[in-house]
């Protein structure tokens, strides 16, 4: 019983894996997208003022003193529509410039690491957003270790429940065989049990 019991266990935790994975890409891609139509909106006003001053130097955000162990893992670039950088994070890698889609979901390898990319194209802009592979396969990689540690630490109480209950069951029959263990080939008399299982 056990033995199949941690096989259909296995089997729902290969699925749970698949599904989580399949959640935490869908999770993060609607992130980067609204991120990159967020920061869109919050730049735009900005860009145009200071257009002139950017055709002449690139903007890049100083790395905060303190920041956030995911941080450097995301990205976000701001390109005017001939491919000049205005604004990036300096985490960010330089990302190619995107084809004629106006909005569009890639994977690009930068500096050693894969990168998921959201880029939207408008108003003569092109915004880009994206984070490190790694960021999802750690939160998958929790998610399955918490999931599993649940299962094991389960299995060893799953395992005496089951030893006490069949052991239970099987009382009475144990009962049975002794005493026609116990009985000579000429006692031939009835066994009279009512609790053994059918």
Same mark, same amino acid.
């Given at each position: 019983?056990?033995?199949?019991? $941690?096989?259909?266990?296995?089997?729902?935790?290969?699925?749970? %894996?698949?599904?989580?994975?399949?959640?935490?890409?869908?999770?993060?891609?609607?992130?980067?997208?609204? =991120? +990159?139509?967020?920061?869109?909106?919050?730049?735009? #006003?900005?860009? &145009?003022? &200071? @257009?002139?001053? $950017? @055709?002449?130097?690139?903007?890049?955000?100083?790395?905060?003193?303190?920041?956030?162990? %995911?941080? #450097? @893992?995301?990205?976000?670039?701001?390109? !005017?529509? *001939?491919? #000049?950088?205005?604004?990036?994070? !300096?985490?960010?890698?330089?990302?190619?410039?995107?084809?004629?889609?106006?909005?569009?979901?890639? *994977?690009?390898? +930068?500096?050693?690491?894969?990168?998921?990319?959201?880029?939207?194209?408008? *108003?003569?802009?092109?915004?880009?957003?994206?984070?490190?592979?790694?960021?999802? *396969?750690?939160?998958?990689?929790?998610?399955?270790?918490?999931?599993?540690?649940?299962?094991?630490?389960?299995?060893?109480?799953?395992?005496?429940?089951?030893?006490?209950?069949?052991?239970? =069951?099987?009382?009475?029959?144990?009962?049975?065989?002794?005493?026609? !263990?116990?009985?000579?080939?000429?006692?031939?008399?009835?066994? %009279? =049990?009512?609790?053994?299982?059918?």
């Amino acid at each position: 019983m056990l033995s199949v019991i $941690c096989s259909v266990w296995g089997i729902v935790t290969w699925r749970v %894996y698949i599904d989580t994975q399949h959640e935490v890409e869908e999770l993060f891609d609607a992130n980067l997208a609204q =991120s +990159a139509r967020v920061l869109f909106g919050l730049l735009k #006003h900005e860009i &145009e003022e &200071e @257009k002139a001053k $950017c @055709k002449e130097e690139k903007v890049t955000l100083e790395e905060p003193l303190f920041s956030h162990r %995911y941080e #450097h @893992k995301l990205a976000f670039l701001v390109r !005017a529509s *001939d491919g #000049h950088i205005l604004i990036r994070s !300096a985490s960010t890698p330089l990302f190619p410039q995107p084809s004629h889609n106006l909005v569009s979901l890639s *994977d690009y390898w +930068a500096e050693g690491y894969l990168w998921r990319v959201f880029t939207l194209q408008a *108003d003569q802009y092109i915004v880009q957003t994206g984070e490190r592979y790694d960021i999802r *396969d750690e939160l998958i990689s929790e998610i399955m270790s918490s999931t599993l540690s649940i299962l094991l630490m389960a299995l060893p109480l799953l395992a005496l429940l089951i030893w006490i209950s069949v052991g239970r =069951s099987f009382k009475p029959l144990q009962q049975v065989a002794t005493e026609i !263990a116990a009985r000579t080939p000429e006692q031939l008399q009835q066994l %009279y =049990s009512n609790k053994i299982p059918l």
